[in-house]
């Protein structure tokens, strides 16, 4: 459960998410990466959906994957993205009727361009090239005028805003801090955008859970 919003072109790449993750009725658990480069790979994976399963998925590939690039990560996805969801929601007991979504945002150094794939558990998890451009994952109104950057507060809050006036049984809860990534062909750089205006008193709520 999530907030991710991209934008890509040949060139470059920007990725954001939230960081909170909540007990199934939205009380704040924890802050967590929903995003990680893989260097070695010149890719960001990112997902929403069931907490945790990206980040384990980002640590599988690179301790136990032997990989050259974005394309070669891609035709071993689905199979191996499928076993490692069968094995995690046997091992976490993860209700069947939770999905998830895998995203995978890198620098093809094969075709020099950036290359985005999507993998969802409601499909099998097989591979959709994704075209350049704008995502965003709940609703929300696309910008005007505005940057990116100058774009995600306004565009995170609405995701939340709209969120919170559904049933709590449907809501996806966001939270925490907006991370950014902001990849090219060599570089990709990591930044704090804002803090949610009741970052502390989710902090405050989450320390409260600690045994």
């Known amino acids: 459960m999530s907030s991710i919003i991209f934008d890509f072109n040949e060139e470059t790449a920007l990725l954001a998410v939230d960081t909170l993750a909540t007990t199934p009725n939205g009380t704040p658990s924890f802050f967590t ?11 960001i994976i990112a997902g ?5 399963f990206a980040a384990d998925w980002a640590t599988y590939i690179n301790n136990r994957m032997l990989l050259t690039g974005i394309e070669n990560l891609d035709y071993h996805t689905p199979s191996s993205l499928e076993r490692r969801w069968d094995e995690i929601r046997s091992i976490e007991k993860i209700p069947s009727d939770v999905t998830t979504t895998v995203y995978h945002i890198g620098y093809s150094t094969h075709d020099q361009c950036m290359k985005g794939f999507a993998y969802r558990s409601a499909n099998g998890f097989i591979s ?5 451009g704008l995502r965003f994952k709940p609703e929300c109104t696309p910008p005007n005028r505005e940057t990116f950057i100058e774009w995600l507060p306004k565009a995170m809050n ?16 966001i939270g925490g801090e907006c991370i950014l990534f902001a990849l090219d062909a060599t570089t990709c750089l990591t930044s704090t955008v804002f803090e949610f205006s009741d970052f502390c008193e989710q902090m405050e709520t989450a320390l409260q859970q600690c045994p």
């Open 33 to 43: 990466a929903k995003a990680q480069y893989v260097p070695h790979l010149k890719t």
């Open 48 to 52: 929403t959906g069931c907490a945790g």
């Open 128 to 132: 959709e090239r994704l075209d350049y």
């Open 158 to 173: 609405e995701q939340r805003a709209i969120q919170e006036r559904k049933p709590v049984e449907k809501q996806v809860f």
